[in-house]
Structure formats: C-alpha cells, structure tokens
C-alpha cells in the first residue's frame, strides 16, 4: 500500500500536465506534416511555373515584335484605357 500511496500523486501529475501537452503537440505535429504539398501536387505546380515562363517569354516576344512593326501601339493603349475611364 505504501507503493501505491508514493506513486499517486506522480501518477496524477502525469495524467493531468503532461499527458494533455503530449497528446497536443503530437497531434499538432501530425497537422503541419499533412499540410505540406505532396509530390503530385508539388509537380502540377512547377508544370504552372514552367506555363508562366513560356507565357511570359512569349508576351516579351509579342511586345517586341509591336514594337518593331507599330512603333506607337503603346501610346495607343494608354489613350484608350484614359477615355474609358
């Protein structure tokens, strides 16, 4: 009986400060961890990234070649986008 008594309080303190935290940090671990990309996800979007590249690099492209041909196509956008608003 006097096991008992001596660990009872040890006991208590385990199940009521330490067990809680424990089960709360586990579970906060298991959450961050799943909220990571997962390797599909992570590989549709650098196929994405890789779309905004050539999108970008082809509008470079355009922009040069209006440039080129009709000089003043951006002075005319200007003035378009000013009388609309």
Do not use: C
Not at 11 to 36: D, K
């Amino acid at each position: 009986m006097q096991f008992w008594q001596f660990m009872f309080v040890p006991t208590m303190a385990f199940l009521v400060i330490v067990a809680p935290i424990w089960i709360t940090m586990h579970y906060r671990s298991v959450n961050r961890s799943s909220r990571s990309l997962n390797e599909e996800d992570r590989q549709a979007l650098e196929d994405l990234l890789a779309t905004v590249d050539r999108l970008t690099e082809r509008i470079g492209v355009l922009e040069t070649i209006l440039d080129s041909d009709h000089s003043n196509w951006r002075d005319q956008t200007e003035r378009q986008r000013r009388t609309k608003e």
